[in-house]
């Protein structure tokens, strides 16, 4: 089946304390992006990757890292997070920027 | 910035009757208009898009307009039924060869079909 993965679904956690979650998809696709989601603001591109070894900035970058070692993987890092990062997390991937296939979302809570 | 704005936050209607969401965009170069509908506990999932070479395109109860001069899209869902509620978003971005495809998002729209 084809599919976006993410994990966890579900992590609180505290301010400091370095965390990654994971995004895997199985469809081949060059695009994928990290959005979070807040209550009236929709979503917001976090990071993106065009391709291996290829990533950018989206609209709110601040806190957050990416890597993209492999197709498949986009795993997401927050370093130092803070409680400004709670946050409901997605995962997308597209095959050259087109119709984006999401992840199930990870809420973040960070105490 | 790019912006999108999207109106209302929350519709609520009776079962059968239409619904109708509007967004407006800024980016003059956008071209690709998505619509995702967002169910509860779930990503979002892409019910219908338009590209900006076509004024119109329905799927069954679901229509979507774009009026490229005043930078105006819409999602009309006809005959709406209890399993039509949901969130849904309304996105813009430039694609096609050299853009990076990045969703624009509107801020959703509560839509609550009442039985």
């Known amino acids: 089946e084809a599919q976006v993965t993410q994990n966890p679904r579900y992590l609180i956690t505290v301010t400091g304390k370095k965390l990654t979650v994971t995004c895997s998809q199985n469809m081949n696709h060059e695009y994928m992006s990290w959005y979070r989601q807040d209550p009236g603001l929709g979503l917001r591109q976090i990071y993106y990757?065009?391709?291996?070894?290829?990533?950018d900035k989206g609209d709110v970058p601040e806190g957050y890292k990416v890597s993209r070692k492999e197709k498949r993987n986009f795993p997401l890092i927050l370093e130092s997070p803070s409680p400004n990062q709670t946050s409901l997390y997605f995962c997308a991937s597209s095959l050259y920027g087109g119709e984006q296939f999401f992840g199930p979302g990870t809420r973040l809570t960070v105490l | 910035g790019e912006n999108v704005e999207q109106h209302p936050s929350t519709l609520s209607v009776q079962e059968g009757d239409s619904a109708v969401i509007k967004c407006t965009y800024s980016?003059?170069?956008?071209?690709?208009f998505p619509w995702y509908k967002q169910e509860l506990g779930k990503g979002p999932q892409l019910i219908i898009d338009?590209?900006?070479?076509?004024g119109e395109k329905k799927d069954q109860r679901i229509a979507v307009t774009l009026n490229k001069t005043a930078k105006h899209f819409s999602l009309h869902i006809t005959e709406t039924q209890p399993e039509d509620s949901a969130v849904y978003f309304c996105?813009?971005?430039?694609f096609g060869s050299g853009n990076t495809g990045k969703l624009i998002f509107g801020q959703g729209t509560t839509l609550q079909v009442k039985p």
């Open positions: 338009i590209r900006s070479n076509v």
């Open positions: 980016d003059s170069a956008s071209n690709y």
């Open positions: 996105a813009a971005s430039r």
């Open positions: 990757s065009m391709n291996v070894e290829v990533t």
